[in-house]
Nanobody, 123 residues
Framework: QVHLMESGGGLAQAGASLRLSCDAS????????MGWFRQAPGKEREFVAA???????TYATDSIAGRFTVSRDNAQKIVLQMNTLKPEDTAVYYC?????????????????WGQGTQVTVSS
């Protein structure tokens, strides 16, 4: 079992930055990759970014890749640095972990999910 807890969300103005953290505990060594998803009101959950143990990262779009950075602080924590925030980035952000090979972009690849942290960007 792996437990995930997100932190760092909040209210920000357009153009500002926020740093989200995901603290993992439990059988972390069983995970293959970890990722970030987000869900805006009335929309489906969507992939944002993912990172593998070898450091390989994947981003959802070029726009996100140019503004967000996913990294691993240590074995128990991954971080999503979000710069130049836009109102359309407003969503609940979820951290997730996969325990088997799969596609980082698919939510079905992930076995463990955090509770989410709210990010609200005002214009």
């Amino acid at each position: 079992q792996v437990h995930l807890m997100e932190s760092g969300g909040g209210l920000a103005q357009a153009g500002a930055s926020l740093r989200l953290s995901c603290d993992a505990s439990g059988r972390i060594f069983t995970t293959t990759f970890m990722g970030w998803f987000r869900q805006a009101p009335g929309k489906e959950r969507e992939f944002v970014a993912a990172i593998r143990w070898n450091g390989n990262v994947t981003y959802a779009t070029d726009s996100i890749a140019g503004r967000f950075t996913v990294s691993r602080d240590n074995a128990q924590k991954i971080v999503l640095q979000m710069n130049t925030l836009k109102p359309e980035d407003t969503a609940v952000y979820y951290c997730a972990a996969a325990s088997s090979p799969g596609m980082e972009r698919w939510s079905s690849s992930y076995d463990y999910w955090g509770q989410g942290t709210q990010v609200t960007v005002s214009s």
